[in-house]
């Protein structure tokens, strides 16, 4: 191999070798900076159809721009090798990960899966798929940093002279069904093997393994995804429906795409309190330093040649595989014992003391219960319909023993029995008789704002009533964290019927800020009930200007029509005084309507001495100054 691609590219250590690739640290001299170089198997070089798809794809993936994506940042063929110049992420892949733990906590399972998602995310909103989502191809850098990358890469694999429409191609243990049966690669492909990978972190394994990747394939294709609870107690529920949600056979009953899946993952962390944790890079990946997935590519049932292709065991390869495999009967995951059918049956002789024996035993028990006397059974009493303590006493009578359970019913009435259990007929003296008393219709309880889904359905649960979640109906709330509970409808309590549904209105969290307003010319007052509409805070800072009137906004910081981060605002008040009018009032009353504004009051020219009348004054009537400033007036001579 050269040492140096399109005399650009310096082609250094290998990292990572599969079958149909292998990847090297390298380095563009161009730019001086490391990058990770993908080397496609020479024979795809002879390929025309696989280098037009290889060039069209990577060009797509160049256009991605996400943290949680791998950069592609170049494509190449220089005749003899096809190559694709990517970022270089210094770390190991979550296969690592799962190899050095076996299987992660909840909590980082999710840390894991929101970056993932976020950049198929990325990816699906700008009509692309991934078709191919393992493992292998999740990076997790040394600061923690996860990254998806290989997209589109099957798609180019699929173009090529190597495969055809009849030929399944992507990693067996990740195949959404589609994708086995017909080919079909969709958003809701790249959702299920989400779903797939989020299953394979609670537990520590994919959930169909089997002797032969055709096995695999079956499984995804004619099986239900079990819940990861049966492989690992203490999964919550919440978390169990999600998995399932993700990996349903039926495409269209998955989250529409990972943006949505993403969503519903946000919703379950919060709703059973998983934080958010640092992601750990693997020490087995940090000491390989496999910078990009270790084998995107095997394929190992070559169609139309002989098996010249290496392979990778397990489910962890992308894998070729005939599509009319499938037609044939399940393949066997495991020996089963079966009898010939035409082997005969092996008798074992009974020796003739035995029989003797066994007719001794039944004649001993008829002569035991002929010979013991015992207490005559008694009638249940019919109690449904009367009340619990009148119940109790009958059946007390009758030498039987009852058992109150309250059971919910919206027929019958409080504290009145609705069965027994045994209903009727007779019983020995001393026997147990179970008596349902009815605790009435279902009410919908108290709800605290800010419970969990899980608390609020388990709530729901012992009323006999169903919890239902609608997102259109979901608020924004600046007190009750975003996913926690806000209120239900009906209100609590509300009598509703058995089986009904109550919907869970969750919390939005903090309404999104509005941009400020334009409150100059406000009064404080008007000012501050405006910007807290807004969802800002309002401070009051007083500053003269001899253009506003006292008490009214001369500016706010920030400006009218921006977004304060901290939703703090500072309103600039003015405190500037209006010089009333003077004229024509005597010196005693002037002053004192002067003294309680905070301003002076002077005798310019006039006499000064005694209740004179004024008759000019400066500044105007009218003007704004300052708290403390003098106005100057002229008085009558002798008025």
Do not use: C
Request: aromatic share 4%.
């Amino acid at each position: 191999m050269a040492t140096l691609l399109e005399q650009r590219y310096r082609v250094d250590a290998p990292l990572a070798r599969g079958g149909m690739s292998a990847v090297y640290r390298g380095m563009d001299t161009r730019l001086e900076r490391p990058v990770a170089i993908k080397v496609m198997d020479h024979r795809f070089a002879e390929d025309r159809s696989f280098v037009d798809r290889f060039e069209r794809e990577a060009r797509a993936a160049a256009s991605l721009h996400h943290p949680n994506v791998i950069a592609v940042h170049d494509q190449g063929f220089d005749g003899d090798h096809v190559f694709l110049v990517m970022e270089l992420v210094d770390g190991g892949t979550l296969r690592d990960l799962l190899t050095e733990r076996g299987r992660l906590t909840v909590p980082l399972a999710l840390s894991v899966l929101e970056p993932v998602l976020s950049a198929l995310a990325a990816a699906h909103q700008n009509g692309l798929v991934h078709r191919d989502v393992k493992p292998e191809n999740v990076l997790i850098g040394k600061n923690g940093v996860v990254k998806v990358g290989d997209f589109g890469l099957v798609k180019a694999m699929a173009s090529g002279n190597n495969t055809s429409n009849s030929v399944i191609l992507g990693t067996v243990a990740y195949l959404s069904p589609e994708q086995v049966t017909t080919g079909a690669t969709t958003a809701r492909g790249d959702v299920y093997s989400a779903g797939v990978l989020l299953y394979e972190m609670l537990t520590g394994t994919p959930p169909y393994v089997g002797d032969t990747p055709l096995s695999v394939a079956y499984r995804h294709v004619n099986d239900d995804v079990p819940p990861p609870s049966l492989s690992a107690p203490g999964i919550p529920k919440a978390l169990d429906e999600l998995v399932l949600r993700a990996t349903r056979r039926d495409p269209m009953a998955r989250p529409a795409d990972a943006g949505a899946f993403l969503h519903e993952v946000e919703r379950v962390r919060h709703a059973i309190g998983a934080p958010l944790v640092p992601i750990p890079a693997s020490a087995h990946g940090m000491k390989t330093m496999p910078s990009v997935p270790a084998d995107a590519t095997v394929q190992t049932v070559p169609v139309q040649a002989p098996p010249a292709v290496a392979s990778v065991s397990g489910p962890r390869g992308t894998r070729a595989m005939l599509r009319t495999d499938l037609d044939r009967e399940p393949p066997s995951t495991g020996p089963q014992p079966v009898a010939s059918p035409s082997s005969p049956r092996k008798r074992f002789p009974v020796p003739k003391w035995g029989i003797a024996a066994a007719v001794l035993a039944v004649v001993a028990i008829v002569a035991t219960f002929l010979l013991t006397s015992g207490p005559d059974p008694v009638a249940i009493p019919n109690v449904a319909g009367k009340d619990k303590a009148t119940a109790v006493a009958e059946i007390e009578q009758a030498q039987l023993v009852p058992t109150v359970l309250e059971s919910r019913s919206d027929k019958v009435d409080r504290n009145k029995v609705i069965r027994t259990d045994p209903p009727t007929g007779t019983l020995l003296p001393g026997s147990a008789v179970n008596v349902y008393v009815s605790a009435g219709p279902p009410i919908v309880p108290e709800v605290e704002p800010g419970a969990t889904v899980q608390a609020v359905e388990e709530a729901l649960k012992k009323q006999d009533l169903k919890a239902r979640l609608a997102a259109d109906e979901d608020r924004y709330d600046n007190n009750v964290p975003q996913g926690a509970v806000l209120t239900v409808s009906p209100s609590p309590g509300t009598q509703l019927k058995l089986g009904d549904s109550v919907t869970l209105i969750l919390s939005k969290g903090p309404a999104p800020l509005k941009p400020l307003p334009d409150v100059r010319g406000k009064t404080e007052a008007e000012a501050r009930q405006l910007v807290e509409e807004a969802g800002y805070t309002a401070t009051v800072r007083a500053q003269f200007d001899e253009r506003v009137d006292g008490g009214r906004v001369i500016s706010t910081s920030p400006e009218a029509g921006a977004v304060a981060e901290d939703k703090k605002v500072t309103l600039l008040v003015s405190n500037a005084v209006t010089v009333p009018d003077l004229r024509n009032k005597r010196l005693n009353e002037a002053r004192d309507q002067l003294d309680k504004l905070g301003l002076k009051l002077e005798v310019a020219f006039g006499n000064d001495r005694g209740n004179r009348r004024i008759f000019a004054q400066g500044p105007n009537a009218g003007a704004r100054v300052q708290k403390g400033s003098t106005v100057r007036v002229g008085v009558d001579f002798f008025g």
